[in-house]
Nanobody, 128 residues
Framework: QVQLVESGGGLAQAGESLRLSCASS????????VAWFRQTPGKEREFVSA??????????HYDDAVKGRFEIIRDNGKNTVFLQMNSLKPDDTAVYYC???????????????????WGQGTQVTVSS
């Protein structure tokens, strides 16, 4: 049974950093595309970042809103994908979810509906 468990969320002030973790059991993260999405009440879930599976090169992708501030990191030894979030802004406040899929093609990377596995989410709140 596949489980993705997010952790690391919390309260931060603008300009600070947080590091989210997506720990996996039941799948090997290097063999899957793993992504981070976020959602705020009343809004659509939005793509944040993804790292493609090693077999397709392991490229990293970011939404323009976080490019240069966030970094997605895969630790194969820990079977965990991290989202390092720097220079946080109040607009980054959301519930953050990790998702994984084995066979995702590049053009579908930002489409949440294409991912087979999801975590339960972790709340990130950034105050000004």
């Amino acid at each position: 049974q596949v489980q993705l468990v997010e952790s690391g969320g919390g309260l931060a002030q603008a300009g600070e950093s947080l590091r989210l973790s997506c720990a996996s059991s039941g799948l090997t993260v290097r063999d899957y595309t793993v992504a981070w999405f976020r959602q705020t009440p009343g809004k659509e879930r939005e793509f944040v970042s993804a790292i493609r599976r090693s077999g397709t090169g392991g490229s990293r992708h970011y939404d323009d809103a976080v490019k240069g501030r966030f970094e997605i990191i895969r630790d194969n030894g820990k079977n965990t994908v991290f989202l390092q979030m720097n220079s946080l802004k109040p607009d980054d406040t959301a519930v953050y979810y990790c998702a994984a899929d084995r066979n995702l093609i590049l053009s579908s990377l930002r489409m949440g509906g294409q991912y087979d596995y999801w975590g339960q989410g972790t709340q990130v709140t950034v105050s000004s």
